[in-house]
C-alpha cells in the first residue's frame, strides 16, 4: 500500500491550494492521516493531523488559513492565505490498522512567491 500525493505547484503570496493524498489500494482504510512539510535547511514538522476520535491538530503557523479532512480513502489540505514562509515539501502520513504504521507520501512541492 502507498499513498500518492498530488497539488502542489506555485503560487503567489495570497493565494491557495489543495493538497490530496490517496490510498494505492482502496480496500484499506487510513488511520490518524496528516500532513508535514518540510522547508530547506529545516526539520519535517506538523502541519495538520487527524487523530483518533477525530481530534484535529494544527500547528500555529497554520491555524485558521489551513484546512485538514478525509474520507478515510483521501486526505486533503486546504491551504489558503499563503504565505512565503509555507513553501516546503509537504508530505502526507498515514498508519493502517493491522498492516502498517508511519507510512509516508512521496512529497509534492509547494512555493510562495512574494
Known amino acids: 500500500v502507498e499513498l500518492v500525493e498530488s497539488g502542489g505547484g506555485m503560487v503567489q503570496a495570497g493565494g491557495s491550494l489543495t493538497l490530496s493524498c490517496t490510498v494505492s489500494?482502496?480496500?484499506?482504510?487510513?488511520?490518524?492521516p496528516g500532513w508535514y512539510r518540510q522547508a530547506p535547511g529545516k526539520q519535517r514538522e506538523l502541519v495538520a493531523r487527524?487523530?483518533?476520535?477525530?481530534a484535529i491538530d494544527y500547528s500555529d503557523a497554520v491555524k485558521g488559513r489551513f484546512t485538514i479532512s478525509t474520507d478515510k480513502k483521501t486526505v486533503w489540505l486546504q491551504m489558503n492565505s499563503l504565505k512565503p514562509e509555507d513553501t516546503a515539501v509537504y508530505y502526507c502520513?498515514?498508519?493502517?490498522?493491522?498492516w502498517g504504521y508511519g507510512y509516508w507520501g512521496q512529497g509534492t512541492q509547494v512555493t510562495v512567491s512574494s
Open positions: 502520513n498515514a498508519d493502517f490498522r493491522g
Open positions: 487527524i487523530n483518533g476520535g477525530g
Open positions: 489500494d482502496r480496500g484499506f482504510n487510513m488511520d490518524n
